[in-house]
């Protein structure tokens, strides 16, 4: 099936939710012809690409939807790239180009109990993850933010526990993550594992669910959003040929 065309954007307001994290609601004629339904679905944001063709991609999660309205949160790090410096820069009535939405990645609502992970890059999708869940499920989050300032509240089900992990460096130290999701207490029954964070605590990660844990891959939806020193087409490579050696092994 071909790719949609890319949708034309207009900023409606932004927002800080915490003094690292920057929302931007989105609107305008792109809402007209965008599907129904896409909180945590991820999107393209395009960006010029001076002297080249093509424009630059970067992939950012929809953190809300509704009817004329979408919500794109926004991690400000201290060497910000072209899409945190425009989220910093755009005012209302400013446009963007936004190819997608791709597909979502949610758990699994009928599995035994959850474990979410991840880092402020995988916030806005961690939290329509819990939002989601059913009243009645169980399980953990564990979230890693820059500081405690940083931590926010979200919906959830009683029975799901959140742990913060408040690790100012991320990347450079990307066991904070791992260490906190070691700590925890394992539930009974079989989990639905939904983690994301930096690509090095997500092999460390990886390795855990899968050779300490014993999580069978299609229990378990594991990515890298960022790797610490690469830009997003590093990244990309990165990931892709990681994603052959798994495969291969």
């Not at 896409?38 to 509704?66: C, I, W």
Request: some cysteine; hydrophobic content about 40%; glycine content about 6%.
């Amino acid at each position: 099936m071909p790719r949609p065309a890319p949708r034309q954007f207009e900023v409606i307001r932004k927002s800080e939710v915490t003094p690292n994290m920057l929302r931007i609601t989105l609107g305008g004629d792109g809402m007209n012809t965008f599907p129904e339904d896409q909180a945590s679905a991820y999107v393209k944001l395009m960006f010029d690409n001076p002297g080249q063709e093509k424009p630059m991609l970067r992939t950012y999660t929809v953190r809300a939807h509704r009817e004329n309205e979408i919500d794109i949160d926004f991690v400000m790090h201290e060497d910000g790239g072209p899409a945190s410096r425009w989220a910093i820069d755009c005012k209302a009535g400013d446009t963007i180009a936004i190819g997608g939405p791709g597909p979502k990645k949610l758990v699994d609502n009928n599995a035994d109990w959850v474990l979410i992970v991840g880092d402020m890059t995988a916030l806005p999708a961690i939290s329509v993850n819990l939002e989601q869940l059913p009243a009645d499920a169980r399980g953990y989050a564990v979230i890693e933010v820059l500081s405690d300032a940083d931590i926010q509240p979200l919906l959830k089900p009683e029975n799901v526990t959140i742990h913060w992990v408040v690790n100012p460096h991320p990347g450079t130290n990307s066991t904070a993550l791992v260490d906190a999701v070691m700590a925890i207490e394992w539930s009974h029954g079989k989990p639905s594992v939904w983690a994301a964070c930096e690509f090095t605590g997500m092999q460390k990660l990886r390795h855990h669910f899968r050779n300490e844990r014993a999580i069978d891959k299609r229990e378990m939806y594991i990515s890298s959003y960022w790797k610490l020193g690469a830009n997003e087409e590093t990244h990309k490579s990165v990931k892709r040929e990681d994603a052959e050696r798994e495969e291969a092994a």
